[in-house]
């Protein structure tokens, strides 16, 4: 991808000011803090055409927050029940999708990569940008199956007039096991984005900067979790002339409107999807046979 200041970071690397003498041959003797090495100019530029990548995966992670966050609550006015004596503690739920990784992530390197592969040819059997943008989509479809789920429980708490129940004491007719399937398709959507994020940073930056590289996918985690709080915020400031104050207002989840929420959430993960397939077809995977670039590295 080619950036417009690209022109810009070339003059990094340019002396705007030789050192010339007049009967001497000497060498510029530029500070390194006014000057670059060519290297250290295409570095950055490679970091650079990745940061829209990146940006697109923040979102995702925003919806993992969300995820995790009221499915704790939901859990609380749900049926925990095993067995008749074990009750799975709602704060738990988190753990799902790591349980789906678990199976998951083996089936899909031995089995589902193989197979693709003798289709496409590629090692890794998808791109690594492939393989994000699938993530990306599987997330907005976990939000909406979040938000189909929601409308199930606030629809059995209705049935049963316990809209004013109290959570755990008082517990919904509906098992908990409900919040499995948007656990289940988000760990898919995991397997694709999370690993292939990795795995594109790694392969396509440079020999020197590759550990470097790989906290993107962290730092794209952790702006996710600090946004949701901000965009939790938001979603009740722009609501609070609603009958019911705002959408995520309240202790009583049952008289919110988190499906509502989970909407919005898959609706933008929609977006950003499309923004992402904007951003993926304008970017270009380094050559292979280059000294830096990784094993395994292909062209779309």
């Known amino acids: 991808m080619k950036f417009p200041f690209d022109r810009f970071l070339d003059k990094a690397a340019i002396d705007s000011k030789p050192d010339m003498k007049l009967g001497k041959s000497e060498a510029p003797s530029t500070s390194p803090w006014k000057l670059c090495r060519v290297t250290q100019v295409e570095n950055a530029k490679i970091l650079l055409s990745m940061v829209p990548i990146f940006c697109c995966t923040i979102i995702m992670t925003l919806c993992l927050a969300q995820l995790q966050t009221f499915?704790?609550?939901?859990?609380?006015?749900?049926?925990?029940?095993?067995?008749?004596?074990?009750?799975?503690?709602?704060?738990?739920?988190?753990?799902?999708?790591?349980?789906?990784?678990?199976?998951l992530v083996p089936i899909y390197d031995r089995i589902f990569v193989p197979v693709i592969r003798k289709f496409?040819?590629?090692?890794?059997?998808?791109?690594?940008?492939?393989?994000?943008?699938?993530?990306?989509i599987l997330a907005s479809v976990s939000m909406a199956v979040a938000s189909i789920v929601e409308v199930k429980r606030k629809r059995v708490a209705n049935d049963n007039n316990m809209l004013d129940a109290f959570p755990v004491i008082q517990p919904l007719p509906i098992s908990t096991f409900w919040l499995s399937f948007q656990y289940f398709i988000f760990g898919i959507a995991d397997i694709f984005t999370y690993i292939g994020l990795l795995q594109f940073f790694y392969s396509e930056a440079p020999k020197g900067l590759k550990s470097t590289?790989?906290?993107?996918?962290?730092?794209s985690m952790a702006l996710g979790y600090f946004l949701s709080t901000i965009v939790?915020?938001?979603?009740?400031?722009?609501?609070?002339?609603?009958?019911?104050?705002?959408?995520?207002?309240?202790?009583?989840?049952?008289?919110?409107?988190?499906?509502?929420?989970?909407?919005?959430?898959?609706?933008?993960?929609?977006i950003n999807f499309f923004v992402y397939l904007f951003v993926s077809k304008r970017y270009k995977y380094?050559?292979?046979?280059?000294?830096?670039?990784?094993?395994?590295?292909?062209?779309?």
């Open 120 to 136: 496409t040819g590629i090692p890794t059997g998808v791109t690594h940008l492939q393989r994000i943008g699938v993530g990306l």
């Open 232 to 270: 939790v915020k938001c979603i009740n400031g722009a609501t609070k002339h609603t009958k019911s104050g705002g959408w995520l207002v309240g202790n009583n989840i049952n008289r919110n409107h988190l499906n509502l929420f989970y909407l919005f959430l898959s609706i933008v993960s929609l």
């Open 286 to 300: 380094r050559p292979q046979g280059t000294k830096v670039s990784a094993d395994g590295s292909s062209k779309e």
């Open 71 to 103: 499915s704790i609550e939901q859990g609380y006015t749900m049926d925990t029940k095993v067995t008749k004596h074990f009750h799975i503690p709602p704060a738990s739920l988190p753990f799902i999708p790591i349980m789906f990784l678990i199976v």
């Open 213 to 219: 590289s790989t906290c993107f996918l962290w730092t």
